[in-house]
């Protein structure tokens, strides 16, 4: 898919530079879910080390825990941002299910809106968790096969609200 990196008067998107996923960097967001450094506990006869508890999973008081799949189609960088989305009920975890990389784009919240927006780049074998109520884009994985689990709410309200933006951003590599 082929687009302008400009808006209709011709003048350049604004752009945004990926960061490096940290769990210091992306605190404020969500969680950075690895099996880096020492494990919490071994267990499994010592062959297994637990990293315990490394997400802040928030279902709200009429949800429920669910495991989803999704298979989204690989992007690339450049990539034109047009819409963030929010979850105000509930949180969600994306966990790659093959060790490749993946975008994950979030703003804070300004008054019932995105901010400015930020592109986290993740290392293959990093997952996130998104808090309730953060924007963030859409699933954008950058290598095939684009398979994940996703650990988010599952109830009858309605726990989407999109955000379309007046201009684009183009998120490029950092």
Not at 12 to 19: D, G, K, N, Q, S
Not at 67 to 77: D, G, M, N, Q, W
Not at 87 to 115: C, W, Y
Not at 126 to 154: C, K, S, Y
């Amino acid at each position: 898919m082929t687009w302008a990196a400009e808006t209709a008067s011709g003048a350049p998107l604004p752009r945004i530079v990926t960061e490096q996923l940290t769990a210091e960097a992306f605190r404020p967001f969500g969680d950075v879910l690895e099996a880096e450094g020492a494990p919490d506990r071994l267990i499994n006869q010592g062959l297994c080390g637990r990293f315990h508890d490394r997400a802040r999973l928030d279902f709200g008081p009429d949800g429920r825990a669910g495991i989803s799949l999704f298979k989204a189609e690989p992007r690339a960088l450049p990539y034109r941002l047009e819409m963030l989305e929010r979850h105000p009920d509930g949180s969600q975890a994306f966990v790659p299910m093959s060790l490749t990389s993946f975008l994950v784009i979030t703003a804070e919240d300004k008054n019932g809106r995105p901010g400015t927006p930020r592109a986290f780049l993740t290392q293959p074998g990093q997952a996130i968790n998104l808090l309730r109520g953060t924007w963030h884009g859409v699933l954008t994985p950058l290598e095939a096969p684009g398979l994940f689990a996703v650990f988010d709410r599952i109830g009858t309200s309605a726990n989407l609200e999109e955000h379309w933006l007046d201009t684009p951003f183009e998120v490029t590599r950092g």
